[in-house]
Protein backbone atom coordinates (compact mmCIF):
# COMPACT_ATOMS: atom_id res chain seq x y z
CA UNK A 1 0.00 0.00 0.00
CA UNK A 2 2.76 2.78 1.32
CA UNK A 3 4.85 1.72 -2.40
CA UNK A 4 1.38 2.29 -4.45
CA UNK A 5 1.03 5.98 -2.49
CA UNK A 6 4.94 6.38 -3.50
CA UNK A 7 4.17 5.34 -7.02
CA UNK A 8 1.25 7.44 -7.51
CA UNK A 9 3.14 10.83 -6.26
CA UNK A 10 6.68 9.58 -7.46
CA UNK A 11 8.57 11.96 -10.02
CA UNK A 12 9.48 9.83 -12.96
CA UNK A 13 13.16 9.73 -11.87
CA UNK A 14 11.73 8.35 -8.33
CA UNK A 15 9.56 5.53 -10.10
CA UNK A 16 12.86 4.94 -12.44
CA UNK A 17 14.35 4.36 -9.16
CA UNK A 18 11.42 2.35 -7.20
CA UNK A 19 12.47 -0.58 -9.79
CA UNK A 20 15.59 -0.83 -8.83
CA UNK A 21 15.72 0.06 -5.09
CA UNK A 22 18.55 -2.36 -3.96
CA UNK A 23 21.83 -3.09 -4.88
CA UNK A 24 23.51 -6.55 -3.92
CA UNK A 25 27.60 -6.53 -4.10
CA UNK A 26 29.63 -10.08 -4.44
CA UNK A 27 32.83 -10.18 -3.27
CA UNK A 28 34.66 -12.92 -2.25
CA UNK A 29 33.77 -12.22 1.38
CA UNK A 30 30.37 -13.14 0.85
CA UNK A 31 27.07 -10.91 -0.69
CA UNK A 32 26.55 -6.83 0.92
CA UNK A 33 22.35 -5.78 0.02
CA UNK A 34 21.88 -2.55 0.54
CA UNK A 35 18.56 -0.65 0.31
CA UNK A 36 19.14 2.35 -1.92
CA UNK A 37 17.36 5.53 -0.20
CA UNK A 38 15.94 7.45 -3.17
CA UNK A 39 13.87 10.05 -0.52
CA UNK A 40 17.25 11.36 0.57
CA UNK A 41 19.15 11.45 -2.50
CA UNK A 42 17.73 10.37 -5.95
CA UNK A 43 20.32 11.56 -8.23
CA UNK A 44 22.84 9.94 -6.66
CA UNK A 45 20.88 6.93 -6.31
CA UNK A 46 20.35 7.16 -10.02
CA UNK A 47 24.29 7.71 -10.90
CA UNK A 48 24.97 4.25 -8.93
CA UNK A 49 21.98 2.23 -10.36
CA UNK A 50 23.44 3.26 -14.11
CA UNK A 51 27.30 2.98 -12.92
CA UNK A 52 26.12 -0.56 -11.31
CA UNK A 53 24.29 -0.98 -14.83
CA UNK A 54 27.31 -0.30 -16.71
CA UNK A 55 29.02 -3.00 -14.79
CA UNK A 56 31.67 -0.32 -13.41
CA UNK A 57 32.25 -2.09 -9.85
CA UNK A 58 32.72 -5.64 -11.13
CA UNK A 59 36.20 -6.62 -10.92
CA UNK A 60 37.21 -3.77 -8.77
CA UNK A 61 37.78 -3.57 -4.86
CA UNK A 62 37.39 -2.71 -1.25
CA UNK A 63 40.36 -1.16 -0.54
CA UNK A 64 40.02 0.99 2.46
CA UNK A 65 39.19 -0.09 6.00
CA UNK A 66 39.04 2.55 9.05
CA UNK A 67 35.67 3.87 9.78
CA UNK A 68 34.69 2.69 6.53
CA UNK A 69 35.21 0.35 3.66
CA UNK A 70 35.51 2.42 0.89
CA UNK A 71 35.52 1.25 -3.00
CA UNK A 72 35.22 2.55 -6.55
CA UNK A 73 37.26 2.99 -9.38
CA UNK A 74 40.06 4.06 -7.36
CA UNK A 75 43.14 2.59 -8.75
CA UNK A 76 41.89 0.59 -11.85
CA UNK A 77 42.73 2.73 -14.44
CA UNK A 78 38.99 3.84 -15.20
CA UNK A 79 38.08 6.84 -15.14
CA UNK A 80 34.28 7.42 -13.48
CA UNK A 81 31.68 8.63 -15.98
CA UNK A 82 31.69 12.30 -14.55
CA UNK A 83 30.99 13.75 -11.01
CA UNK A 84 27.92 13.86 -9.65
CA UNK A 85 26.04 17.58 -10.29
CA UNK A 86 25.51 18.34 -6.91
CA UNK A 87 25.79 16.86 -3.30
CA UNK A 88 22.42 16.25 -1.92
CA UNK A 89 23.26 16.11 1.48
CA UNK A 90 21.08 18.96 2.80
CA UNK A 91 18.32 18.43 -0.29
CA UNK A 92 16.25 15.51 0.58
CA UNK A 93 15.06 13.65 3.51
CA UNK A 94 18.38 13.58 5.58
CA UNK A 95 19.84 10.25 6.55
CA UNK A 96 23.24 10.29 9.25
CA UNK A 97 26.42 9.03 8.76
CA UNK A 98 25.62 5.86 11.19
CA UNK A 99 26.39 2.21 11.30
CA UNK A 100 25.51 0.68 7.68
CA UNK A 101 25.06 3.90 5.70
CA UNK A 102 26.47 4.22 2.47
CA UNK A 103 27.58 7.42 1.24
CA UNK A 104 29.62 8.98 -1.60
CA UNK A 105 32.84 9.78 -0.92
CA UNK A 106 33.88 13.31 -2.67
CA UNK A 107 37.12 15.24 -1.73
CA UNK A 108 37.07 18.59 0.39
CA UNK A 109 34.94 19.94 -2.43
CA UNK A 110 31.44 19.01 -1.76
CA UNK A 111 30.14 18.75 -5.46
CA UNK A 112 32.43 16.69 -6.39
CA UNK A 113 31.69 12.98 -6.15
CA UNK A 114 31.70 10.53 -8.19
CA UNK A 115 31.76 6.10 -8.27
CA UNK A 116 33.73 6.58 -4.92
CA UNK A 117 31.42 5.45 -1.73
CA UNK A 118 32.23 4.32 1.51
CA UNK A 119 30.08 1.77 3.93
CA UNK A 120 30.13 3.38 7.69
CA UNK A 121 31.39 0.76 10.44
CA UNK A 122 30.52 3.11 13.25
CA UNK A 123 28.59 5.81 14.13
CA UNK A 124 30.51 8.86 11.84
CA UNK A 125 28.17 11.79 12.89
CA UNK A 126 30.75 14.34 11.66
CA UNK A 127 30.66 13.15 8.06
CA UNK A 128 27.22 14.86 8.23
CA UNK A 129 29.02 18.59 8.05
CA UNK A 130 32.52 18.07 7.44
CA UNK A 131 33.50 19.56 3.33
CA UNK A 132 29.51 20.05 3.25
CA UNK A 133 28.82 16.31 3.95
CA UNK A 134 28.80 13.00 2.66
CA UNK A 135 25.48 12.10 0.98
CA UNK A 136 23.49 9.11 2.41
CA UNK A 137 22.33 7.25 -0.27
CA UNK A 138 21.86 3.61 0.70
CA UNK A 139 22.31 1.44 3.94
CA UNK A 140 23.11 -2.36 4.55
CA UNK A 141 19.61 -4.27 4.49
CA UNK A 142 20.01 -7.17 6.84
CA UNK A 143 22.38 -8.83 9.68
CA UNK A 144 24.58 -10.90 7.17
CA UNK A 145 25.04 -8.26 5.21
CA UNK A 146 26.53 -6.40 8.17
CA UNK A 147 28.65 -9.62 9.36
CA UNK A 148 30.25 -9.43 5.17
CA UNK A 149 30.91 -5.78 5.96
CA UNK A 150 32.40 -6.45 9.60
CA UNK A 151 34.45 -9.55 7.72
CA UNK A 152 35.75 -7.19 4.28
CA UNK A 153 37.22 -4.49 6.74
CA UNK A 154 39.51 -7.49 8.61
CA UNK A 155 40.36 -8.46 5.14
CA UNK A 156 41.18 -5.21 3.62
CA UNK A 157 43.22 -4.39 7.07
CA UNK A 158 44.93 -7.69 6.66
CA UNK A 159 45.32 -8.06 3.27
CA UNK A 160 45.04 -4.41 1.39
CA UNK A 161 41.76 -5.44 -0.28
CA UNK A 162 38.68 -7.46 -1.42
CA UNK A 163 37.85 -8.17 -4.85
CA UNK A 164 34.13 -7.42 -5.82
CA UNK A 165 33.24 -9.80 -8.39
CA UNK A 166 29.58 -8.64 -9.15
CA UNK A 167 27.21 -5.48 -8.47
CA UNK A 168 23.87 -6.13 -9.66
CA UNK A 169 20.76 -3.83 -8.83
CA UNK A 170 17.10 -5.19 -8.63
Not at 10 to 39: E, Q, V
Not at 56 to 80: A, E, M, T, W
Not at 140 to 155: L, Y
Amino acid sequence: QASNRFQRRASPRMRRLAAAMSLTMKTTCGDINLRLRPDSAPVTCEYIVKAVKDGLYNGKNFYRSDFVIQCGLHGSGVSPPGNLPVNETKNGVFVSNTRGTCAIAHWDVPDCGNTEFFINLQENAHLDTAYGGYCVFAEVADDASFATVDRIAQEVKAKGGVAISQVVAS
